[in-house]
């Protein structure tokens, strides 16, 4: 199993940063892929970037390139997401995710974190 555990969320003003962490425990040689997901009160589930585990190839949602960037840091099973430019529509519940090959697509992938509140104000 891959357990994983988010942190970093928090209320900040619109046009401020913040740098979200999704660290993995467990079985993480079988992680292919890292996503983060949000999900706002009353609206779907997005996803915002992903990140292969291996080759760092990054992906993102139109609404965040530019202002987000996904980054890893293997050797600390650890996987970023640092917000800038932040806008109060960016405000939701961040989640992450796993993947263990790529014959997941996003709305399947098994192992998720617990979710970070992030809050921006106007």
């Not at 050797?75 to 960016?90: G, R």
């Amino acid at each position: 199993q891959v357990r994983l555990v988010e942190s970093g969320g928090g209320l900040v003003q619109a046009g401020g940063s913040l740098r979200l962490s999704c660290t993995a425990s467990g079985h993480t040689f079988r992680i292919y892929a890292v996503a983060w997901f949000r999900q706002a009160p009353g609206k779907d589930r997005e996803l915002v970037a992903t990140i292969t585990w291996s080759g760092g190839s990054t992906a993102y949602a139109d609404s965040v390139k530019g202002r987000f960037t996904i980054s890893r840091d293997n050797a600390k099973n650890t996987v970023y997401l640092q917000m800038n430019s932040l806008k109060p529509e960016d405000s939701a519940v961040y989640y992450c995710a796993a993947a263990p090959s790529s014959d997941y697509g996003p709305s399947t992938y098994p192992y998720w974190g617990q979710g970070t509140q992030v809050t921006v104000s106007s």
